[in-house]
């Protein structure tokens, strides 16, 4: 599941968009996600609710109010990153009603978000012994694998989840991560377009395309990649390429293109920009490459990619004391840029 994309002089590490039930939650290749955005979404369960959506994140319940309260304050908490508490909320829930769909999805999902990946499929377990065919649990399961590095069983539950629902563009989306995170950058592109046939304005499978796209036009200087679980939904494509550039320069004016069409539907999102940036450090357009990572910035200034990115292009600029600064802010904020890499793509998982 995070340019701030793999494969480049700069940090390159890809963020990719996962989606949950829930929670649309959206899983960005480690390198740069601070700014990710997160909805709630009413599910419809067939045991002890029905739900209305009466506002976003409201349900009521014609069997018992008080665990749809319980719930509308745990969903509340999980929406202020308050994951910890939100869970305390969801246990309430389930010691009225152990078999509770919703409370059960709604704690696997904010377990999945403090990084308990393997809590979290022991809950998104339970939801689908009761409903197998519940194609959102069957897409964060497959998130939950993805960011366990289980890239293989994480396709096979994209793949259930599409059986049930073939336009389910959350894991056609996710299924191209997996599939990036193997390195078949085809196959990926693949997916992506399928998820861009149904909602051509998607902006994270716009951004994972482009960043696809990007790894194949590297292929030639080699991409070493290096996969880290240091933050939920996150993973990043490290590349150590110094030399000048020499893979397909139309593959990366290609992706440039994609990156702005992405931008065009979110276009203060950090990871894009840093990710279009990096891109931009690949056919030597520096200048141009930092006023994106200060755009970056200005949305979030705790964006450790684009800090990172931005260190080693100053650095190349013979401003060394500046690179060391932002060097060390990214480090302070993301202990994975302690080391020294190249550059670091961010993709991003679309939760179901």
Not at 58 to 85: C, H, Q, R, T, W
Not at 154 to 161: F, H, L, R, S
Not at 273 to 297: C, Q, R, W
């Amino acid at each position: 599941m995070f340019l701030l994309w793999s494969g480049f002089f700069l940090h390159s590490g890809f963020t990719y968009d996962y989606r949950h039930g829930y929670h649309h939650k959206i899983l960005m290749e480690k390198q740069q996600i601070n700014s990710i955005p997160k909805c709630l979404r009413i599910k419809y369960s067939p045991t002890n609710c029905t739900q209305i959506p009466i506002s976003p994140y409201v349900f009521i319940s014609k069997k018992n109010a008080n665990p749809d309260s319980l719930m509308n304050k745990g969903i509340a908490l999980d929406e202020k990153g308050k994951y910890e508490e939100a869970i305390t909320y969801y246990d309430k829930v389930l010691t009225i009603d152990p078999d509770n769909i919703d409370a059960l999805y709604a704690k696997g999902s904010a377990l999945d978000d403090l990084g308990k990946y393997e809590e979290a499929i022991t809950y998104y377990d339970k939801v689908l012994a009761v409903s197998p065919n519940d194609a959102d649990t069957l897409n964060s399961k497959g998130v939950a694998l993805d960011n366990l590095g289980k890239y293989e069983e994480a396709i096979t539950y994209y793949d259930k989840a599409l059986a049930v629902d073939p336009n389910f563009v959350y894991s056609l989306n996710n299924k191209g991560v997996a599939l990036d995170n193997l390195g078949k950058y085809e196959k990926a592109i693949t997916n992506y377009d399928k998820a861009l046939s149904i909602n051509p304005k998607f902006p994270d499978s716009l951004n994972n395309k482009a960043n696809a796209i990007v790894k194949l036009a590297l292929e030639g200087p080699k991409i070493s990649q290096n996969f880290y679980s240091l933050r939920p939904y996150y993973s990043y494509i490290v590349t150590t390429q110094t030399s000048p550039f020499t893979g397909n320069i139309k593959q990366i004016e290609e992706a440039l293109q994609v990156y702005d069409k992405a931008l065009a539907q979110d276009p203060n999102s950090p990871d894009i920009l840093t990710n279009k940036g990096i891109a931009l450090t690949k056919i030597g357009k520096n200048n141009e490459a930092v006023d994106l990572f200060n755009k970056a910035l200005t949305a979030n200034p705790e964006h450790a990619p684009a800090l990172y990115n931005k260190s080693l292009i100053l650095e190349k600029m013979g401003r060394s004391d500046e690179a060391y600064d932002l060097k060390q802010r990214a480090a302070n904020i993301d202990p994975t840029y302690e080391g020294d890499f190249t550059n670091i793509l961010a993709t991003s998982h679309a939760f179901a």
